[in-house]
């Protein structure tokens, strides 16, 4: 499975921001897929994650700012922010788990500036 991260970039804060993932390859067995965020020198942390079915789990720092969608047909997730912070800067990946391991993309870069 390969993931493949868009829609990053630089946002004022209180702005706004959607990241895509596209999955390919054995998507099939995909279940979960979501999205971390790393900040330097931070641990990455959990923002969201999607089932199959659509239940959804969202990290404390994101809830009420976030919203997180997926397209089962296209293999894809999405994630809305809103409100964005300067402490939302960092680098987001996405994450899919299936049944005996998760996948994660390159990520990419989002700068909040104050």
């Known amino acids: 499975v390969q993931l493949v991260e868009s829609g990053g970039g630089l946002v004022q804060a209180g702005g706004s921001l959607r990241l895509s993932c596209a999955a390919s390859g054995s998507t099939s067995s995909l279940n979960s897929m979501g999205w971390y965020r790393q900040a330097p020198e931070k641990r990455r942390e959990l923002v969201a994650t999607i089932s199959s079915g659509g239940y959804t789990n969202y990290g404390d720092s994101v809830k009420g700012r976030a919203t997180i969608s997926r397209e089962n047909a296209k293999n894809s997730v999405y994630l809305q922010m809103n409100s964005l912070k300067p402490e939302d800067t960092a680098v987001y990946y996405c994450?899919?788990?299936?049944?005996?391991?998760?996948?994660w993309g390159q990520g990419t870069q989002v700068t909040v500036s104050s």
């Open positions: 994450q899919a788990l299936d049944f005996s391991r998760d996948y």
